[in-house]
């Protein structure tokens, strides 16, 4: 409650001396995630994962452009320090008639800075990246989108994930009468790491460690192991090399909306990523229920087939209610599955990730007109994820309710 109550405070804070702010918007949420959690066969156990955000936008230029701020901290509830504090500054602007059947293009920029609690410290970086998108018309139905974008990430205690990455993209968005959206997208990814491939590991044995408070790198983990995440006396410290090559990545996406009513639309969605060339030096150890940021669940790590789809239904109150299913699967190119104490399984098998998500939430306003240019609302859902792998330690199932508050001025 105490994490609850700090990270509130500083998203009202921050959207209090924001508001002042001459034509700007401004939004703050906070929430949590009460679950019931298991890992493997183990029994149930309470968990609470917080949340809170805060943002600013102003546009320029007669919306031509657009700055922002970004706030968003929290903590994870598994053994140790798993707060996190990231920090997002950035610009997009746009260059192009205000017809919407225009061309137009959009530089975009951004700079990045993350700090974690003590489990993860190891993996704080910062990052500054900027890219170029175009969008095309053809016809008056059919929309073409191609990009490219550039990201360096500085690493400053793991230095060996310190990386630039550049991705280029093209997609096609299609509308019909039938008031069906089709959206197929395509990817290339290449990242270069400072870092080093990881050989071979020397055991070393060191006291026990059962009361959590001793720390130290694992094999194929990488910096950010919590304390007494894996219980036992043996650590794999990694030999390295020099890494040689680029990682590159491929990436496609199918995607079809559809509108049932004015208020109800479906989608349903299937996305396929494979990946070549040098593998990333290490993983960062994240905690249950942690995916997709991009960097730690770094996407050049393995290939993955997902499929997701969803519902949304408005209602003329201004409440809103959607549910959604995400299924993915992954293979990781060079990562070893480990056991509860942190050594390689028989035979050395990589790891391997089934993912279930799913959930529903109803988006409640509050207050109405009472509040004048502030939006309020209550989001109350439930969530339900099923980690299934061969590695000990992302081999989870929880379930619970979502509680969150919102504000947006």
């Avoid at 019931?36 to 031509?64: I, K, Y």
Wanted: glycine share 12%; net charge negative.
């Amino acid at each position: 409650m105490k994490r609850l109550t700090s990270l509130l405070a500083t998203g009202l804070l921050l959207a209090g001396a924001m508001s002042a702010a001459a034509q700007t918007s401004v939004s703050t949420s906070v929430g949590g995630n009460f679950a019931s959690f298991s890992e493997g066969a183990s029994a149930s156990t309470r968990r609470q994962d917080v949340a809170a955000t805060a943002g600013l936008e102003h546009l320029f230029n007669d919306e031509r452009g657009r700055a922002y701020y970004d706030f968003d901290g929290g903590t994870f509830d598994s053994p140790g320090d798993w707060t996190y504090y990231l920090n997002t500054a950035g610009f997009t602007y746009r260059l192009g008639s205000d017809d919407a059947a225009a061309r137009k293009l959009y530089l975009n920029g951004s700079f990045v800075v993350r700090r974690n609690g003590d489990a993860w410290a190891a993996a704080d970086y910062s990052a500054l990246g900027g890219g170029l998108n175009g969008e095309f018309h053809p016809k008056g139905n059919l929309t073409v989108r191609t990009g490219y974008r550039a990201d360096y990430r500085s690493f400053s205690d793991y230095t060996a994930l310190t990386q630039f990455e550049q991705r280029g993209f093209a997609s096609i968005l299609a509308n019909f009468e039938t008031k069906t959206t089709l959206v197929a997208e395509v990817n290339l990814g290449a990242k270069l790491y400072d870092g080093q491939v990881l050989l071979d590991p020397i055991i070393v044995t060191t006291p026990d460690t059962a009361t959590g408070t001793t720390t130290g790198p694992t094999y194929g983990r990488g910096m950010g192991m919590g304390p007494g995440s894996r219980s036992g006396t043996t650590w794999y410290l990694p030999q390295s090399q020099e890494q040689e090559g680029t990682a590159g990545l491929v990436s496609a996406l199918f995607r079809v909306a559809q509108s049932l009513s004015d208020r109800t639309g479906v989608h349903g969605q299937v996305a396929f990523r494979t990946t070549f060339g040098a593998v990333p030096p290490a993983l960062v150890t994240t905690p249950a229920g942690f995916f997709d940021d991009g960097v730690y669940d770094d996407p050049f790590a393995s290939d993955a087939v997902s499929g997701q789809g969803g519902l949304t239904r408005a209602f003329g109150s201004g409440a809103e209610l959607e549910a959604m299913v995400n299924y993915a699967d992954r293979r990781y190119t060079n990562t070893p599955a480990l056991d509860l104490t942190g050594s390689e399984l028989p035979g050395s098998p990589l790891r391997h990730d089934r993912v279930w998500r799913g959930g529903i939430v109803w988006s409640q306003p509050v207050f109405g007109s009472r509040t004048g240019r502030a939006e309020l609302s209550v989001d109350l859902g439930y969530r339900f994820l099923a980690s299934t792998s061969n590695d000990a330690f992302y081999d989870y199932t929880s379930h619970g309710v979502a509680l969150g508050f919102s504000v947006h001025y």
